[in-house]
Every structure is written in C-alpha cells, then in structure tokens.
Nanobody
Framework: QVQVVESGGGLVQPGGSLRLSCAAS??????MGWYRQAPGKERELVAT???????NYGDSVKGRFTISRDNAKNTVYLQMNSLKPEDTAVYYC???????????WGQGTQVTVSS
C-alpha cells in the first residue's frame, strides 16, 4: 500500500524559514514534488525533483525555495526561505510510482505566513 505523508507545516513570520518533509512508501518513485493551494485558488506547482536530481520550480518560488531528496529514504524536502504572506497555503506532496506510473498525493500540510 502506497503512503505519502507530509510534515513540517506551521505558522511563521514574513521573512522567516520553514522546512517541509514528505516520506513516501510502498513503491519505488521517480518524480516527487510539492504543490500548494491557497483558499479560492487553483493548485499550483511549487517544485519537483526526479530520482536523478533534476529540479523544476514554480516562478513564484524560484530563488527562495529549494527542493531536495533522499532516494534511500524515499523522502523529499522543501526548504522555504524568505517566506511571504502570499506563500500561505496548504502544501501537498506527490510521488509518482516508477512501476505503475500512478501519482499519489499526501493529505497536505498547512503553511501560514503572518505577523
């Protein structure tokens, strides 16, 4: 059974930092990534990373967020720096199985940037 579990969300002041973690289990995964959804908005790309380490970032987070990965642990991290109120959203992790090509999603973790 595949599971994708996020952790690390919370409340942070503008300009602060936060690190999210996402652990996937139950398969071998190629691309893993983070997406976010703010109230009243569509879900948008934050960052993705392949098993080979190739990364892709959404325009709004380039230069502030860094995605990394531990393949041995099937875990992906999102280091978020210089956070802005507009980064407030539920952050979702996903992982695509390299055997079935099905993409699995976590339940999401809330990130709130506010003073």
């Amino acid at each position: 059974q595949v599971q994708v579990v996020e952790s690390g969300g919370g409340l942070v002041q503008p300009g602060g930092s936060l690190r999210l973690s996402c652990a996937a289990s139950g398969s071998i995964f190629n691309t893993m990534g983070w997406y976010r959804q703010a109230p009243g908005k569509e879900r948008e790309l934050v960052a993705t990373i392949t098993s080979g380490g190739n990364t892709n970032y959404g325009d709004s987070v380039k230069g502030r967020f860094t995605i990394s990965r531990d393949n041995a642990k099937n875990t992906v991290y999102l280091q978020m720096n210089s956070l802005k109120p507009e980064d407030t959203a539920v952050y979702y992790c996903n992982a695509r199985s390299s055997t079935t090509w099905i993409t699995y999603w976590g339940q999401g973790t809330q990130v709130t940037v506010s003073s």
